[in-house]
């Protein structure tokens, strides 16, 4: 019978891969600017400082679009849950390191989009103010999770999240939302990368108990999710609007991750791992 490691004890086994992985990631991560890609001159005051306050008319941008940066900037506002469902697992050495890198990266983009969003007057911002309150005081709770379990959940959602990215920048709105969601695209994949190096390091080390976790996660998964101040919750919305729809996340979500673990070529799985992988056929 396999081995199997309490959390304590994986996060003390995998602390190196983490440690050189956080230096992997800071090496090869572009340092971009997040102001750079504000129009700043086309700003103006809003009617409290003796300027105009927004009407629809003022959005330049297609409803596709606007759906697409609202929801990614909700997301990234309720960055303080997300920071705690990671720290209240990782909160030790290296992990809580990455913890910190992966919270900074993720304001820059919230930082990026909401300015941009805001001079170039394309959404409602009284309108995306009440949603973000609302959003922040609901806040994000997942059940608790165990340490792999956690690792895998946020590579699924790190993959995701730049398909989400990059269909956005497809859209070829205008040049400046395709760089910004071209950049925010490439941190959310060189994340994934990192999570997802991290549940290699536990298949070699756990082969039963990782793939049991992935499994179950792959069971349960479902992006972060909004409720969009028009109404409706962001699921259906960026489906209809082909910027990233859950019917396809089994082809490009899940199956390059499992393919990237070998899950269905590896030798190392005992009865119960062999259980668990029956359960990701599907995914072959």
């Keep these: 019978m396999q081995k199997t490691l309490t959390d304590r004890e994986l996060l003390e086994a995998l602390a190196d891969v ?8 800071i090496e090869v991560a572009e340092g971009w600017q997040p102001h ?23 959005s330049e941008l297609s409803a596709t679009a606007v759906l697409a940066l609202t929801v990614s900037v909700l997301v990234a506002d309720n960055l303080p849950s997300y920071h705690r469902e990671l720290g209240k697992n990782l909160r030790t050495g290296p992990w809580w390191r990455w913890v910190g890198r992966w919270t900074a990266e993720e304001n820059r983009h ?13 959404v409602d911002p009284v309108a995306l103010e009440r949603a973000r309150m609302q959003h922040m005081t609901d806040g994000f709770n997942r059940p608790p999770m165990h340490l792999i379990d956690v690792l ?13 990215h990059r269909n956005t920048a497809a859209l070829g709105e205008n040049p400046v939302v395709t760089a910004i969601a071209e950049k925010i695209a490439v941190d959310d994949e060189l994340q994934a990368e990192f999570f997802a190096t991290l549940v290699s390091a536990a298949l070699d ?14 069971a349960d998964f479902r992006v972060p999710h909004v409720d969009l101040p028009g109404g409706g919750s962001s699921d259906e919305a960026l489906a209809a609007a082909g910027i990233y729809d859950p019917a396809n996340e089994a082809e490009l979500v899940f199956k390059p991750l499992l393919a990237r673990w070998n899950i269905f070529t590896r030798t190392d799985f005992s009865e119960a791992g062999e259980k668990a992988r029956a359960e990701l056929a599907l995914y072959q």
């Design 152 to 164: 895998a959940t946020c590579a699924f959602e790190e993959v995701a999240a730049g398909i989400r």
């Design 205 to 218: 080390l756990v082969p039963d108990q990782a793939v049991r976790a992935i499994a179950d996660r792959v």
């Design 36 to 58: 750079e890609f504000v129009p700043w001159a086309d700003g103006r005051n809003f009617a409290f400082l003796g300027g105009t306050d927004w009407t629809p008319e003022q």
């Design 18 to 25: 983490v440690e050189i992985n956080l230096n992997h990631h």
């Design 110 to 122: 919230e930082i990026l989009i909401r300015n941009y969003l805001m001079v170039s007057r394309s």
